[in-house]
Every structure is written in C-alpha cells, then in structure tokens.
C-alpha cells in the first residue's frame, strides 16, 4: 500500500501549489493541515496488512491500515474556524453530538438526532458506560460533589490558571461495560492571558487515542472546536488553540481511493463561524446555536464505507 501511495503523491504535490496560486493564495488553513496530515500518513506510516486486527468490513473482510503513531496538529481558533472546505463537514449534527456526551452526558442513541452509534447500541439504545455516561458520574471534591463538566466549568470561572482543569473518560473499570471503548477521551483546558489584552484565552488540547482520518478526522476537530468556543463564551474568555493529539491516526485500506481524490481538490477559503452571543449558560445552547457563513466546499463524498 505504501509503494502505490507513493507513486501518485509525488505528481499530486507538484501540482498542487500551482492550483493554489491561481486560487490567489486565500485558502483554509485546517485544509492544509488535513492534506500534510494524510501526505505523512501515506508517504511514511507503516502498513497493518497481515497483522491481527479487530476493525472489519461489513462482508467480513479484515480492516487494514496505514498508520502513523503521534499525529500532533494545532488550530488556532482566534484565526479561523476549523471546518474543511475540500468536502462539507456537517456542522449541526457534528455539535450534536457533542452536546450529547457533553451537555446532555448521555450513552443512548435516542437523545441523538443521528444515527451514528446505532451499530453500537444495544436494543434499549445504550452504548454503556461509555462517553457521556463517563462525564455524568459525580465525584466528590472539597467543593463537594460535582460530575467532569461541571468540575471544568467551576474550575475555569472560579481559578482558571490551575493546570488540573481536564476530563478523562478512559475508565478502566467500566471497559467491559463499554459498547466502543473511548476514542476521543480526554479534554485538558489551558488559560492563558496575551499580553496587554484584559480577557482571559482558553487553550486545549483533546487526546484521541485512535482515529479514521477519513471518517472522523475533521468531525471531531470540528466538535471539539466548537466545544471550546461555547465553554470560552460562558467563562467570558477568548478563544485560543485547540491542539489534536492522534495516538493512533490511520486510513483504511478501502479509503485510499477516496483519500487520493479528495486532498488532490483545491481548498476554499475558511468560512465564518458563528455561535449565539445571547447564550451564557453551557447547558442552554443547542445545535441551531451554531452556524458557518460563507461555506463554500467541493463534493461531498457519501457512501464512506465504514469498518465495525
């Protein structure tokens, strides 16, 4: 896989900076960052072909990879909002579920308005001790009891310079109780102060142990930046980075071809993100609290296949 992934990089790259000039320059930084990311991917990962792996096809087939371990990418947030243009990224439903782990702290498919965890559910329509479940549980603190979201929110508007402010829904006790173990499973909150500015800027950095680029990547970068925008708003804080650490970042051997057509399309430039300023409660805002301006994008891809 590497080898053939190799031969029409090298064409695709020489190319490519010429289609960017004669776009004038003007193009999403979150594209760029997604394109090099599946450049390194494909030119130096290493391949899982022939190895035992859980992931498979719908027909059965084994799910192989190329992988790169340790994918770091940075999003500055006060720049641009983090949204591709090479391909649409829905925004609405991408925010909703966040807002279902985060605000509404639930593990079952019908407080969703998609259907993206319907293979993992079970007939009652719970995925388990799992995501929201995790940031539900109250745990006591000298404050008193209060559940991981909670903790941030208090944490951020009463000392936000301390540098335990993070969640973690790894939890190695309810694992087997787990439809999906965790991906994304961990939030670290940084505050920081430009100098010369009065408000505060809150950083994060969100850990995700295992990642499909294709089918996951943007959509979580996309969440969790909206997610810091929201907790920014109501903490009366600036926006600042937004860092992914990727332990595990890999495109499956199905989305090559995929992966190959979309990062050779030219971007757009970055859209405008807007979030509703009346809304200084966390738990108030909702899906339709969010919006893209000026989004303009290439074809969506659909009918991604989907390894289980």
Request: net charge neutral.
């Amino acid at each position: 896989m590497k080898a053939r992934a190799k031969e029409w990089l090298m064409p695709f790259f020489s190319g490519f900076w010429g289609r960017l000039r004669r776009r004038g320059g003007n193009m999403s930084l979150a594209d760029i960052t997604f394109i090099n990311m599946c450049k390194d991917i494909l030119e130096n990962g290493t391949s899982t072909e022939g190895e035992k792996v859980r992931p498979k096809w719908p027909d059965g087939t084994p799910a192989y990879t190329i992988k790169k371990f340790g994918v770091v990418n940075r999003y500055d947030l006060s720049k641009e909002f983090p949204i591709l243009t090479l391909r649409r990224t829905a925004l609405k439903s991408a925010t909703d579920e966040m807002l279902w782990i985060w605000q509404k702290k639930s593990n079952n498919i019908h407080d969703l308005h998609s259907h993206i965890w319907d293979e993992w559910a079970d007939e009652d329509g719970s995925i388990g001790k799992a995501y929201g479940y995790q940031l539900g549980v109250k745990h006591q603190y000298k404050e008193g009891m209060m559940d991981q979201v909670d903790r941030v929110l208090y944490d951020l508007k009463h000392n936000p310079f301390s540098r335990r402010i993070l969640t973690n829904i790894y939890v190695h006790q309810d694992l087997h109780e787990m439809n999906l173990y965790p991906c994304a499973y961990s939030m670290t909150f940084n505050v920081t102060q430009k100098k010369g500015e009065r408000r505060l800027t809150l950083n994060a950095i969100l850990n995700q142990r295992s990642q499909d680029v294709l089918a996951a990547n943007n959509w979580n970068v996309v969440q969790y930046a909206v997610l810091v925008h929201m907790i920014a708003q109501v903490c009366d804080m600036n926006v600042g980075e937004l860092v992914h650490v990727i332990a595990d970042a890999h495109i499956y051997d199905r989305h090559i071809p995929i992966i190959k057509e979309l990062i050779e399309r030219t971007p757009y430039p970055a859209p405008k993100f807007w979030l509703n300023p009346e809304v200084k409660d966390f738990y108030q805002f909702t899906r339709n609290d969010v919006r893209v301006d000026d989004y303009v994008t290439g074809e969506q891809i659909r009918d991604i296949p989907i390894a289980i």
